[in-house]
């Protein structure tokens, strides 16, 4: 009689704290954007990337839970300033999006990513699938259209916004693909967001006291009346970097395919408990679109395992 294999407990825990970041992070962005009344999206963003400076030196250069890796050349230093304000531009797109649209409507739009991807790799790249990739495609961009018609909580501008984010972290992929591609010059996610999460907040800055003039003060007198939001904000900016952390780590310990899986499941159990937090009405057309998507997502997945990318 075989034995199975024993559980890794640590690889469970590991994808445990990375589904109760991410999705922790997200619900929480919403609700503070949404619920609580703080709307200002550009500035949460920076107090994400304010978090992700710190807790990323620590990480790196203190805990060394990653092998510290140096900028070679200012020709690199500009490659990742640029994948930082397309990163920057994501980030606020999506949390914007999070005023006007509920999690759910958000997860499913945002399941998108794959599509947005190919698109961008073969304008970009060159980078062709074979057609039976692409046809796996289909159903992702058709769950997105069945999930729009039947969303109850649909607005338009929310859901461009989601689109514009959803493209926008597609095309940074594409980017960083091409730009950090050279052995000298790659860099582990770990070291990426060491380097990239000061660059944004220096565009960040800027783009707040410019736009969301009254963040600060807003914030500070919101605090004298409850403490809370202090709280509140640094939870929610420091779950924003464990995302970070754990997905890294649990890339570690996993396969590609089982981080795939994760993913793909990842997405499911947030819509589940946002729909269950926030009571969102939802529509048997807006799940069935969704669960579309996800399908789409994992043939398009399967089909590229199967076929080989073809360079033009």
Same mark, same amino acid.
């Given at each position: 009689?075989?034995?199975? &294999?024993?559980?890794?407990?640590?690889?469970?825990?590991?994808?445990?704290?990375?589904?109760?970041?991410?999705?922790?992070?997200?619900?929480?962005?919403?609700?503070?954007?949404?619920? /609580?009344?703080?709307?200002?999206?550009?500035?949460?963003?920076?107090?994400?990337?304010?978090?992700? *400076?710190?807790? +990323?030196?620590?990480?790196?250069? #203190?805990?060394?839970?990653? $092998?510290?890796? *140096?900028?070679? +050349?200012?020709?690199?230093?500009?490659?990742?300033? %640029?994948?930082?304000?397309?990163?920057?531009? *994501?980030?606020?797109? %999506?949390? #914007?999006?999070?005023?006007? @649209?509920?999690?759910?409507?958000?997860?499913?739009?945002?399941?998108?990513?794959?599509?947005? !991807? &190919? @698109?961008?790799?073969?304008?970009?790249?060159?980078?062709?699938?074979?057609?039976?990739?692409? &046809?796996?495609?289909?159903?992702?961009?058709?769950?997105?259209?069945?999930?729009?018609? %039947?969303?109850?909580?649909?607005?338009?501008?929310?859901?461009?916004?989601?689109?514009?984010? !959803?493209?926008?972290?597609?095309?940074?992929?594409?980017?960083?693909?091409?730009?950090? *591609?050279?052995?000298?010059?790659?860099?582990? +996610?770990?070291?990426?967001?060491? /380097?990239?999460?000061?660059?944004?907040?220096?565009?960040?800055?800027?783009?707040?006291?410019?736009?969301?003039?009254?963040?600060?003060?807003?914030?500070?007198? $919101?605090?004298?009346?409850?403490?809370?939001?202090?709280?509140?904000?640094?939870?929610?900016? +420091?779950?924003?970097?464990?995302?970070?952390?754990?997905?890294?780590? =649990? !890339?570690?310990?996993?396969?590609?395919?089982?981080?795939?899986?994760?993913?793909?499941?990842?997405?499911?159990?947030?819509?589940? =408990?946002?729909?269950?937090?926030?009571?969102?009405?939802?529509?048997?057309?807006?799940? &069935?679109? /969704?669960?579309? !998507?996800?399908? %789409?997502?994992?043939?398009?997945?399967?089909?590229?395992?199967?076929?080989?990318?073809?360079?033009?």
């Amino acid at each position: 009689m075989m034995m199975s &294999a024993p559980i890794e407990w640590t690889t469970v825990w590991m994808v445990a704290a990375w589904y109760g970041s991410n999705i922790g992070v997200l619900l929480l962005n919403k609700y503070l954007l949404t619920n /609580y009344g703080f709307g200002f999206p550009i500035f949460l963003t920076l107090c994400h990337m304010t978090a992700c *400076s710190v807790f +990323s030196y620590v990480a790196v250069a #203190v805990m060394k839970v990653a $092998l510290l890796q *140096s900028v070679k +050349s200012k020709a690199q230093f500009a490659k990742i300033a %640029g994948l930082s304000v397309v990163f920057c531009f *994501s980030v606020v797109c %999506g949390n #914007v999006s999070l005023r006007y @649209i509920p999690v759910s409507f958000n997860q499913a739009v945002s399941a998108t990513t794959p599509f947005f !991807t &190919a @698109i961008f790799a073969f304008l970009i790249i060159k980078s062709r699938e074979a057609w039976l990739t692409y &046809a796996a495609l289909i159903p992702v961009v058709a769950g997105v259209i069945f999930a729009s018609g %039947g969303e109850p909580s649909f607005h338009l501008f929310g859901f461009v916004m989601c689109i514009t984010a !959803t493209s926008a972290r597609a095309f940074k992929s594409v980017l960083q693909e091409i730009l950090l *591609s050279s052995d000298g010059e790659k860099l582990d +996610s770990m070291n990426l967001l060491l /380097y990239m999460a000061p660059l944004a907040v220096a565009f960040l800055l800027p783009a707040t006291l410019l736009m969301e003039k009254n963040a600060v003060g807003f914030t500070i007198e $919101l605090a004298r009346k409850d403490i809370k939001i202090i709280w509140y904000l640094f939870f929610n900016s +420091s779950m924003a970097y464990f995302v970070n952390l754990t997905h890294f780590l =649990v !890339t570690k310990h996993t396969s590609a395919l089982t981080l795939q899986v994760l993913g793909n499941a990842k997405g499911a159990v947030a819509v589940v =408990v946002s729909v269950l937090i926030f009571k969102n009405p939802v529509s048997f057309m807006g799940m &069935a679109g /969704y669960a579309l !998507t996800v399908l %789409g997502v994992i043939l398009y997945s399967e089909a590229k395992k199967r076929y080989s990318r073809i360079h033009l």
